[in-house]
């Protein structure tokens, strides 16, 4: 079935609040109270504008999972699984859009204390995302969107730990002061709490019926130097979405703001794999990432 015939599908065939209920049932990160703001003010105008919605949900990890979760449910029938937002947006229409974002704002309200814990993950999020999207461009990715997506989820279990386990920053902090080439992010995650975040993101992403490979990805982001240690030729789609990913984490300093760390040791433990992975040297590296930053964020 063509992108067409699913657009003029889903213009006449809108889902309903209480369909798009039954599909967002089991896992949901929370949306960013200041993007659910923005939306109310757009969905109250007279004519919504669906790009200027669909650029706001795209900087959310929650409200673009809830999205991609029912494009990519039986409703629509769609053939492959897309992971592309803006394409996500176009497919549901205008009154199904509003819909979801009704639907996630009586998700239950945040605590104060929860939405400062949570900005530095919608930070994080936000920004690694912008800047896969920009290094996927730069090294000639074929699918940037992929990229840009695995770059907003990629953390998406982090909300749900800091649901669970109120200590949570404090576990990943010190995760990220003990990575190196011995020990993984994970490994700190695992020992103390008896799970991680990388898992608790891929059964998220399952759940948001992301499509596999970004499943996947997200499940071994933290797998980095094992997975480049391999130089079968083995898994080499997933080691570009990877070398994109890890080489925007640094960029953005996600080792600071989640980690509160002063040094990258993650970095450290790959740069060298990575970075010959995709042909670049540290020169290289150095120059696109002056160059990404003076960019900004968005």
Partial sequence: MSILTLQSRAMTQEL????????????????????????????????????TIAKLI????????ALLKIVNSPYFGLSNRIA???????????????????????KGELTDEAIVTL????????????????LAKRIGYKSPDEAY????????????????????????????????HERRVVDTENRLLNT??????????KSWNLPLHLCEAIA????????FEDDTGRDAPLKTLMAILKMAEHICSTYRVLGNQESDHEWESIQTLVLEYVGLSEYDFENLRESIRELGPG
């Fill in 84 to 106: 592309s937002i803006q394409q996500a947006v176009n497919l549901l229409g205008c009154n199904s859009v509003i819909n979801l974002i009704n639907a996630q704002s009586i």
């Fill in 119 to 134: 900005n530095r993950f919608w930070d994080t999020a936000q920004d690694v995302a912008m800047t896969c999207l920009t």
């Fill in 58 to 65: 795209s900087q959310d990890p929650g409200l673009s999972g």
């Fill in 196 to 205: 991680n975040h990388a898992v608790v993101g891929y059964f998220t992403a």
């Fill in 149 to 180: 997506t695995l770059g907003l989820f990629h953390n998406c279990g982090i909300p749900l730990m800091v649901k669970r386990f109120p200590n949570y920053m404090t576990v990943l902090e010190e995760a990220y002061y003990n990575a190196s």
């Fill in 16 to 51: 309903s609040a209480e369909q798009i209920q039954q599909v967002l049932q089991g896992i949901s990160v929370p949306p960013q109270p200041q993007i659910m703001v923005d939306l109310q003010m757009e969905q109250f105008l007279p004519n919504p504008d669906l790009k």
């Fill in 220 to 227: 071994n982001h933290h797998n980095a130097l094992s997975l």
